[in-house]
């Protein structure tokens, strides 16, 4: 018997193969019965290629249902999917394919020239192209070959994907998701979610990255049923896919342009079932007034890319603003001292931990560093900092790499941020730690103000902190920004306004 993913996917596709699949925006549609044939197509082909089990396949191209369809080739020829962002530098692709050695790299059509050099370099033996339309080498050498093909059988440890973390703070590292991995996530969060027949995915969430690829798309092939696929997100086509769609899974900035948007009512989202948003915090206001506005809470969950999804509020229950609700069913969860690693009690700040069959066996080539990531009893230390309430609920706070020491006292931004967030004529905040002479770090608060709101001073954000906050966690400067500077999946880097501010008390 064969752990491989997509023999799981298979087993719950349509009987009538001819239902959909996907539609894209433009009206290009794709059903089940394609779905398989043109996989078995670039399957087949991969494998004249010389792909075989366990080879890398590196893939930087634009979101098309095609993407899709390699994923799924990878998946059959028993080969390791390496979806790489599209944002990436020719520098940092170079160092992916030096890391990785694919035997393929797909890149977009017209620069497969530019990458020749660097893919001999790194030892790939073949660059393909895929375009957003569908065209390129890739579809053109499939296109002639047979559909049918074999999956290879592959055992539950076997390797699916390696997921580059973003490397914001040094080297990026390959994190090894297993067959096994990407399948127990899939069924808790299709179950966990209440998935159901009808259920219609509207997707504008990039497929580089779990959230897209292994949350959104891997849940829709479980439930053999459709997605309205968006090459990004538009504001327009969300507006007019609503009324078709039941589910949508977003980035928080998703949600604040929606709620920009006077379209957003109880009309326009009448059809749906459940909004979902990950991959960075949403603001508590966000989650209150998108609630008051279209009668729906947003479900917030909390994942990783090293361990897919941990967290989720409850389909059926309270969903808390603020929080990222319980560990997922046959997921582990404690917090502890960064420290001394003693496991802390409720209400209590340390670093989270976790264990479940959905957390990943390693970064790829580094075993240093993969030994220094996990506790000796196996729990694998996320660098995230919160805590669990009294209720169970679980709570981020930042990550540990955020915390501001200032004059030896611990500073977590996130409660201070709250402060922030909390005045009138504040959209958001994001506060960091820089280099401060006397404290060894200052804390420094970067606002977002609304519009028209010029009131919002600096004086007056600090003489709020003082009120409600201990005196070095309050911000010795305020800076106004017109935008925070947020990575493709929404969260704010922190590590730019640290590096622009760093020098501020030299």
């Given amino acids: 018997m064969s752990d491989n993913l997509y023999d799981l996917f298979r087993s719950r596709f349509p009987a009538d193969r001819g239902r959909s699949f996907i539609e894209t925006g433009d009206g290009r549609a794709y059903a089940y019965a394609d779905l398989e044939a043109i996989s078995g197509r670039y399957a087949r082909l991969l494998a004249e290629l010389g792909v075989a089990k366990g080879d890398r396949v590196a893939v930087q191209v634009e979101k098309s249902p095609e993407a899709v369809f390699l994923y799924l080739a990878c998946l059959r020829a028993g080969a390791i999917y390496l979806p790489l962002n599209t944002a990436y530098t020719r520098a940092e692709i170079e160092y992916f394919l030096t890391d990785a050695e694919p035997r393929v790299f797909v ?19 073949h660059v393909l192209t895929l375009g957003p339309d569908g ?63 009808e259920d219609v995915l509207l997707h504008a969430l ?27 997100f538009d504001i327009d086509e969300v507006f007019r896919l609503l009324p078709r769609a039941s589910v949508m899974m977003g980035v928080p900035t998703f949600y604040t342009r929606m709620l920009g948007d006077s379209r957003l009512d109880r009309a326009a989202a009448a059809h749906m079932r459940l909004f979902i948003s990950g991959s960075a915090p949403l603001l508590a206001d966000t989650h209150r007034e998108f609630q008051q506005r279209t009668g729906h809470a947003i479900l917030e969950r909390y994942g990783m890319t090293e361990t897919g999804m941990l967290t989720s509020n409850p389909l059926d229950g309270e969903r808390i603003p603020g929080t990222v609700g319980f560990p997922l069913p046959g997921v582990e969860l ?34 240093e560093k993969t030994r220094a990531e996990f506790r000796p009893d196996g729990f694998f230390i996320t660098g995230d900092v919160g805590k669990v309430d009294a209720r169970g609920y679980v709570h981020i706070v930042g990550r540990a790499k955020d915390l501001v020491i200032c004059g030896g006292y611990n500073v977590y931004p ?18 960091v730690g820089v280099p401060h002479p006397d404290f060894g770090e200052a804390v420094v608060a970067v606002v977002l103000r609304r519009p028209g709101r010029g009131d919002v001073t600096e004086a007056g954000v600090i003489a709020a902190c003082k009120e409600q906050l201990a005196n070095y966690k309050v911000p010795k400067r305020v800076f106004f920004t017109e935008e925070l500077p947020r990575n493709t999946m929404g969260k704010v880097q922190k590590n730019l306004l640290r590096e622009e501010h760093r020098d501020l008390f030299a």
């Fill in 334 to 367: 404690r917090v502890a001292d960064p420290e001394t690693a003693r496991v802390l009690g409720p209400e209590e700040i340390g670093v989270i931990e976790v264990k479940g069959p959905n957390v990943f066996g390693g970064y790829w080539r580094m075993p």
């Fill in 107 to 125: 890149c977009p059509p017209g620069q497969e020239e530019g990458f020749a050099a660097t893919a001999a370099k790194a030892g790939v033996a």
């Fill in 414 to 431: 996130k409660e201070v941020e709250t402060v922030i967030d909390a005045l009138d004529g504040v959209v958001e905040s994001a506060v």
């Fill in 206 to 232: 990039p497929i580089f990255h779990t959230h897209g690829l292994f949350v959104a798309t891997n849940c829709v092939l479980l439930n053999g049923t459709a997605m309205l696929f968006l090459p990004k």
């Fill in 135 to 197: 065209g390129g080498t890739l579809s053109e050498g499939a296109a002639g070959l047979a559909p049918e093909f074999p999956t290879v059988a592959a055992s539950a440890s076997d390797l699916a994907a390696i997921l580059y973390t973003s490397g914001t703070t040094g080297r990026s590292k390959g994190a090894m998701m297993s067959h096994a991995n990407l399948a127990s996530n899939a069924l808790t969060l299709h179950r966990y979610w209440g998935w159901r027949p």
